[in-house]
């Protein structure tokens, strides 16, 4: 039975808004203990750690937080891994999960008892959280895909916001003849496979996938085939900046916002970056968004990425640590981190914050044309083997992109052979 | 007794971190190249293969793409670094306030981690706004809007420029300390006799700095070929493949890959190739040694 209710949740409520769901375990029986959390540092946590001394007066719990840049991060978290017992908490990335499964545990039993409502989290952001059947983490960090693009070069040329592929090369061109700047800004260098980030939709959109029903390889598809070439081709029809060959999803984002380019299909929570005057020329009225172009005739798609937060395995505090994830996945919090006008945070992992008509209206809409592409988004099933495999595919997309290697077929062949070949 | 047994207690703290530190980790990864161990799997080693993970090595296309591309870099390098050092410091074994002050300056480039270079010179070189991109382009039109870090051979050849310029200044300061040891009598004559410059440099400089130049060959060949932190920075082994050095290689086999019973064998092949060359050059600084006292 829980009866303390978290100083967070009586602030809100005299406020207004929405009630805190979670609720402090009572008795407070994790009194004194000590929780040390290993976060990748983001803007997002660092409010969460802003507002966690209601979690800790609620519980008597305390909580430590770390912080690794991303770079970094899937090495600490192999470190921790190996050597173990310094952490009690950790974020890991949708891609990383598998291959760290020694270093999280269940945490089915402890969130059920805490009445966290599981589907309030879209499917595509959730099932990173099961580990063979079993609940390892909760998403608290999660992402689509959205084209933003320059309102007022769009409008100097004449062209609406693309809503297919085809479209977006037409404006591109139609942009690049009236203005020095490219027309969209997309990554093909090598980093933890952010140029399969985009390629994905093509692939999808084309009716291909990565792999088929048996497991095998078949991105070396007709389909995966023209996605690939479609996607070089950008390049070669000179619509991206000089240079895209080596450009990393930073790099695309630094291009946009220094002007250079039109467009730019990337994470929603870089929508943060792009009008912040320490960092980027552009006004808020220059940039717009849209959701990402689908292919022609096919159904619109996103990629989704997704941070969850689990238990680790040596964590001599699994109670306190699974009470702290209860109230880091709490919806109330997420919303407040939202809405706080001196932050500028847009990420939501909950369907109820997504639809939210508050949340909707501080943001322009971008959290409802979220949740609709998270409605029909599955996610992608990244195995033991992911790393390597995306290792492959993001050479096999920069050899082509820099011309290393010319033959889409050939390069995706041979691709498709070294997945297989995985020991 | 107690007199003779002194210096080797005095040594048994160094010996412990050197065991510690040094011989059980080479140790533990060479019986570790012989297991089975991925590290999604299990945290603890599994079981001996044998020589499978050798053997895999030699049949694996990116395996023989590193060792290619890290050949290639190291014979660049190592060749550029060496004949920059030999130059500079021919240049700057005069004494006087200018020569002092470049050879402070010169510290410089050596005293800047590698990561940071890898990091300054991608801006630098980036199309859109890189310093280096921009100017090359003002200078030579020709240059204008070359995507440098995008094309294998440049991105190679950009690598390379990171480390010469890392690595001559610590070279050179090891040529500066040869040419000192050189008596200067034998130039004077040379030069009353009336010989030139390039005589003296090619025939009776070089020669004597024989020696320290095949000790910089062996130590910036070593460290060639443990080139790691620019790559991750600069290039991230790409394009495509161009740049993936067998360091580069291990670390994602290891790291990324979590096969830690192949990267061990890959780091033990790597540790190989440099004992090979360094035991090498060592039979050769010995012979030239022999010769010279004969």
């Known amino acids: 039975m829980k009866l303390f209710t978290s100083a967070i949740a009586i602030a809100a409520s005299l406020y207004g808004a929405q009630v805190f769901a979670w609720e402090a375990t009572e008795g407070r029986p994790y009194e004194g203990q000590t929780v040390n959390v290993l976060a990748v540092k983001s803007s997002q946590f660092e409010a969460h750690e802003a507002r966690v001394a209601a979690f800790e007066e609620a519980t008597g719990i305390d909580v430590v937080y770390d912080y690794v840049p991303f770079p970094n991060m899937k090495e600490a978290l192999t470190t921790e891994m190996v050597a173990g017992g310094e952490y009690d908490v950790v974020s890991v990335m949708d891609q990383w999960v598998v291959s760290l499964r020694q270093l999280m545990a269940p945490i089915g039993p402890g969130i059920e008892a805490q009445g966290t409502d599981l589907g309030d989290f879209p499917a595509a952001h959730m099932r990173h959280g099961m580990l063979d059947g079993e609940l390892i983490g909760l998403p608290v960090r999660g992402h689509v895909q959205l084209l933003f693009y320059r309102a007022d070069l769009l409008e100097a040329a004449g062209v609406t916001p693309p809503q297919t592929w085809q479209e977006m090369v037409t404006a591109a061109k139609a942009i690049q003849s009236s203005t020095d700047a490219a027309g969209i800004a997309l990554p093909y260098g090598k980093l933890n496979g952010q140029n399969l980030m985009v390629w994905m939709n093509l692939l999808w959109g084309k009716g291909g996938d990565l792999f088929g029903a048996d497991g095998n390889p078949i991105f070396n598809s007709d389909a995966g085939i023209a996605a690939t070439e479609t996607y070089v081709s950008y390049i070669n029809e000179e619509i991206v900046p000089a240079g895209s060959a080596v450009f990393v999803e930073q790099d695309a984002v630094n291009s946009f916002k220094q002007g250079n380019s039109a467009m730019l299909p990337v994470w929603w929570w870089v929508r943060s970056q792009l009008t912040d005057p320490e960092q980027s020329t552009l006004t808020p009225e220059q940039v717009g968004f849209t959701a990402l172009p689908a292919v022609d005739g096919a159904d619109r798609t996103t990629y989704t990425n997704t941070w969850i937060f689990g238990v680790t395995q040596e964590s001599d505090v699994k109670d306190a640590a699974t009470e702290f994830l209860g109230w880091l996945t709490d919806p109330a919090l997420e919303r407040e981190v939202l809405l706080d006008p001196e932050l500028s945070e847009v990420v939501a992992v909950h369907m109820s914050n997504l639809t939210d008509p508050e949340v909707n209206a501080r943001w322009g809409g971008m959290h409802q044309a979220a949740a609709d592409a998270l409605a029909t988004a599955e996610g992608v099933e990244f195995g033991d083997n992911w790393p390597r495999i995306a290792l492959i595919l993001e050479t096999a997309i920069s050899s082509l992109a820099s011309g290393e290697e010319s033959d889409v077929k050939a390069a995706l062949d041979k691709a498709a052979k070294d997945i297989a070949a995985i020991r | ?294």
């Open chain 2, 1 to 294: 007794m107690k007199d003779r047994l002194l210096p080797y207690w005095l040594l048994i703290p160094a010996f412990i971190i050197v065991l510690a530190t040094t011989i059980y980790p080479l140790a533990y990864s060479f019986i570790t190249s012989f297991r089975d161990w991925d590290l999604t799997e299990s945290r603890r080693p599994g079981g001996f293969v044998g020589v499978e993970n050798y053997a895999y090595a030699a049949s694996e296309s990116a395996f023989l793409n590193s060792l290619w591309v890290t050949t290639v870099f190291v014979v660049t390098s190592v060749i550029l670094t060496v004949i920059l050092a030999v130059a500079l410091a021919l240049l700057l074994r005069r004494t006087g306030p200018m020569h002092t002050f470049t050879r402070i300056i010169l510290i410089l480039p050596f005293a800047m981690s590698p990561a940071l270079i890898g990091v300054s010179y991608r801006f630098m070189f980036n199309p859109e706004f890189g310093v280096l991109a921009q100017g090359l382009g003002a200078v030579f039109p020709a240059l204008q809007g070359v995507p440098w870090l995008a094309d294998p051979l440049l991105a190679m050849g950009i690598l390379v420029l990171t480390d010469v310029w890392h690595w001559t200044p610590y070279m050179t300061f090891m040529c500066l300390g040869g040419l000192a040891s050189i008596p200067r009598e034998t130039e004077e004559a040379a030069r009353i006799d009336g010989a030139s410059n390039l005589r003296i440099i090619f025939g009776i400089i070089l020669p004597q700095m024989r020696g320290v130049i095949l000790v910089m060959a062996v130590l910036k060949t070593i460290f060639a070929l443990k080139m790691f932190d620019q790559v991750v920075t600069l290039t991230g082994g790409g394009p495509g493949t161009s740049t993936e050095t067998l360091a580069y290689f291990i670390f994602n086999v290891g790291f990324r890959w979590f096969d830690m019973g192949y990267a061990s064998a890959l780091a033990w092949i790597l540790t190989a190739i440099m004992m090979f060359i360094s035991i090498w050059y060592v039979r050769m600084l010995l012979s030239e040694r022999k010769m010279a006292t004969a």
